[in-house]
């Protein structure tokens, strides 16, 4: 009997990664074993994974060796990052985890840094002739701009955090000096979408699902919609090809009558990857099935249209005598190894 298929997914706190969780766990095409790494102990995927490891952090120099040692440790066979903050790291060691028989799910270093600075990412989008906000940098900004704008951090922003509406002068003057490196950016009174695109190993768009952004909290949406739209569908793919994406990414863009304008790529899955599973696209099984070689099919726009999602929260519950954890998940509880609980980084 062969073994499962071993995946390593960082970031175990974020309900990124209990995402990805879920859509391995809910499905039978593959066999999968599931260990998550984080910063901190008191992580809820660590009770929803097979083993849990704590890491430092990505910008500590043990980063990588501690992550190679539990992948060759574990026999992992593919890695799939969240954390942003670990995509460098990871981008400029892939090949040495691919040397030890470990796929990462990472595009190329050049790809990361045109994700993470929004003005390269700007101006990618302008070179290959797609639509995308009226951009500045603060040293070009006009005299006398027209509002409202939107301003954000430049590179690595996340969740929302420091991005606002800015609606005149006095604000504007506020927030440049509030947001650290900031974008300034056209502001648009549209729908906003976040279409999550999954390429394989070659760059080519395998699926790609338009999600409406309802309500959204702290950037990451509460309530939301998946759309059919063709447009979107084949701009989203031409991007994350153009872009030369590997694995995950979930592109943002604005809905306009005649047209759609993109502003942001994320080289990951999104927080909202639960609606793209329901919707009938797996896309972490597609992923391991990649890793693994197996053929899978191009199905672009192959979804269900229009499955809403209403977001509740959901709880972890761990006792400090005993260290194990349960959750309900899809009403079936779920119970790691317990002695899986507790690696410590050597």
């Known amino acids: ?25 809910n499905q039978n095409q593959i066999d999968v074993q599931i260990t998550t790494v984080d910063m901190n102990e008191d992580a809820a995927g660590k009770f929803l994974s097979d083993s849990f490891h704590i890491v430092p952090a990505a910008k500590d120099p043990n980063f990588i060796v501690r992550m190679l040692e539990i992948c060759s440790a574990e026999k992992v066979d593919l890695v799939i990052p969240i954390v942003d903050y670990e ?13 030890q028989g470990t796929k990462v799910a990472i595009s190329s270093l050049e790809t990361i840094e045109n994700c993470n600075d929004k003005w390269k990412t700007n101006q990618f989008f302008k070179r290959i002739g797609v639509e995308t906000p009226q951009s ?20 690595m922003g996340r969740s929302s955090i420091d991005s606002f509406r800015v609606n005149n002068e006095n604000e504007l003057s506020f927030y440049l000096e509030k947001v650290d490196r900031p974008i300034i950016q056209e502001c648009f009174e549209a729908e906003e979408f976040t279409v999550d695109v999954l390429c394989d190993f070659d760059s080519k768009a ?36 153009e872009l030369k994406i590997v694995g995950p990414c979930n ?15 994320n080289p990951r899955y999104s927080g909202t990857l639960a ?6 696209f ?31 929260w959901q709880e972890v519950f761990s006792s400090s005598t005993h260290n194990e954890g349960y959750t309900m998940l899809s009403g079936i509880e779920q119970r790691p190894r317990p002695e899986a609980l507790n690696s410590k980084p050597k």
């Open 87 to 99: 995509f460098t790291a990871f981008a400029k060691h892939r090949e040495e985890f691919e040397e």
């Open 251 to 265: 592109i943002q863009c604005f809905r306009l009558k005649d047209k759609a304008v993109f502003f942001e790529v």
């Open 282 to 312: 797996n896309s972490p099984v597609k992923l391991c099935q990649l890793a693994r070689g197996d053929k899978v099919d191009i199905s672009l726009g192959d979804f269900q249209d229009g499955v809403l999602m209403l977001r509740y």
């Open 275 to 280: 609606l793209t599973v329901a919707a009938g």
């Open 1 to 25: 009997m062969s073994r499962p298929f071993h995946v390593l997914i960082t970031g175990s706190g974020t309900v990124t990664c209990q995402s990805v969780i879920k859509a391995l766990k």
């Open 206 to 241: 395998v699926n790609a699902v338009p999600r409406l952004r309802i309500e959204t909290k702290s950037g990451v949406s509460y309530k939301g919609k998946t759309v059919r739209d063709q447009l979107l569908i084949e701009q989203a793919a031409q991007i994350a090809e």
């Open 136 to 155: 500045y940098l603060p040293e070009s900004l006009p005299s006398q701009p027209s509002f409202p704008l939107f301003i954000k951090p430049q590179v």
